[in-house]
Nanobody, 124 residues
């Protein structure tokens, strides 16, 4: 089994900063992509940022230049540094990881895992 444990989000004023972290543990051969998604009531979960094991990154247009995703492969941890926060960044943020695991047939398969979600609230 694989667990993703996210740090606690919080309440911050517009223009402020917040850093999220997400640590993966369990039966892991390797972690390929890791990312952060967010969701607000009545809307679909959307990608915020993603990073490959090699360090290539991808950002939603709405956060480019304000958010930075990074990872520590030795710690199986991904971070999301959020600067210049806006009220529209208010959401539940979810960590995601694509994990390669050995199967009982001795093949490597990829599985998607999610964190429990953490609330980020930006006040105006």
């Amino acid at each position: 089994q694989v667990q993703l444990v996210e740090s606690v989000g919080g309440l911050v004023q517009a223009g402020g900063s917040l850093r999220l972290s997400c640590a993966a543990s369990g039966s892991i051969f390797s972690i390929n992509a890791m990312g952060w998604y967010r969701q607000t009531p009545g809307k679909q979960r959307e990608l915020v940022a993603a990073i490959t094991s090699g360090g290539s990154t991808n950002y939603a247009d709405s956060v480019k230049g304000r958010f930075t995703i990074s990872r520590d492969n030795a710690k199986n941890t991904v971070y999301l540094q959020m600067d210049s926060l806006k009220p529209e960044d208010t959401a539940v943020y979810y960590c995601n990881a694509t994990v390669a695991k050995w199967t009982m047939y001795r093949t490597l398969e990829e599985y998607d895992y999610w964190g429990q979600g953490t609330q980020v609230t930006v006040s105006s």
